[in-house]
T-cell receptor, first 115, second 114 residues
Framework: AQKVTQAQTEISVVEKEDVTLDCVYE???????LFWYKQPPSGELVFLIR??????QNEISGRYSWNFQKSTSSFNFTITASQVVDSAVYFC????????????FGKGTSLLVTP | EAQVTQNPRYLITVTGKKLTVTCSQN?????MSWYRQDPGLGLRQIYY???????DKGDVPEGYKVSRKEKRNFPLILESPSPNQTSLYFC?????????????FGEGSRLTVL
């Protein structure tokens, strides 16, 4: 069975603060893929990143960075110098070789960035 | 423009009245899928299709049907909707499945069953 846990239901920060969204996963697959999606207030789902289980290198894209640690089964997402436009619900998701081509989503973390 | 198009975007209906939510993609993707999103539960997969005439159940298939007669279309059918199917529905597509790359999502269809 696969499971994604996003323990933080809601986070509120003030603009320019750094914020980390936690994601912990469970899987029996040796080959699997991890994703982050953003859902802004307008409702659409926006793909942010995909990482496979063999690549533990951290990734940085502008103000966004991701820390993948297999030892702790975590794939955390950090926003540096947050902005109001970062306010959204963020979903971590997992897809494994034995998951039937499904993305298993966490329940999401709602991030509110205030001016 | 590459996109996944869902219709209707908003629908209010009554219990038992059959309805279909259409989904169409213009990217020649083999894989298509339906998810529902409910508060506190995240997104859960309803059905998916690996190719034409190939469909399979996801985590929450009860009360839904799908068909994949053409590559570009993957309609979601609620034969006899019930209030517990009130939800936000997303259609998604990709080339080979969720594993292999980005899932492209439609804009969502908000369904209310009275």
């Amino acid at each position: 069975a696969q499971k994604v846990t996003q323990a933080q239901t809601e986070i509120s920060v003030v603009e320019k603060e750094d914020v980390t969204l936690d994601c912990v996963y469970e899987t029996r697959d040796t080959t699997y893929y991890l994703f982050w999606y953003k859902q802004p207030p307008s409702g659409e789902l926006v793909f942010l990143i995909r990482r496979n289980s063999f690549d533990e290198q951290n990734e940085i894209s502008g103000r966004y960075s991701w820390n993948f640690q297999k030892s702790t089964s975590s794939f955390n997402f950090t926003i540096t110098a947050s902005q109001v436009v970062d306010s959204a619900v963020y979903f971590c998701a997992l897809s494994g070789r034995n998951s039937g081509y499904a993305l298993n989503f966490g329940k999401g973390t709602s991030l509110l960035v205030t001016p | 423009e590459a996109q996944v198009t869902q219709n209707p975007r908003y629908l209010i209906t009554v219990t038992g009245k059959k309805l279909t939510v259409t989904c169409s993609q213009n990217m020649n993707h083999e894989y298509m899928s339906w998810y529902r999103q409910d508060p506190g539960l995240g997104l859960r997969q309803i059905y998916y299709s690996m190719n034409v005439e190939v469909t399979d159940k996801g985590d929450v298939p009860e009360g839904y049907k799908v068909s994949r007669k053409e590559k570009r279309n993957f309609p979601l059918i609620l034969e006899s909707p019930s209030p517990n199917q009130t939800s936000l529905y997303f259609c998604a597509s990709s080339f080979w499945g969720a594993n292999t790359g980005e899932l492209f999502f439609g804009e969502g269809s908000r369904l209310t069953v009275l």
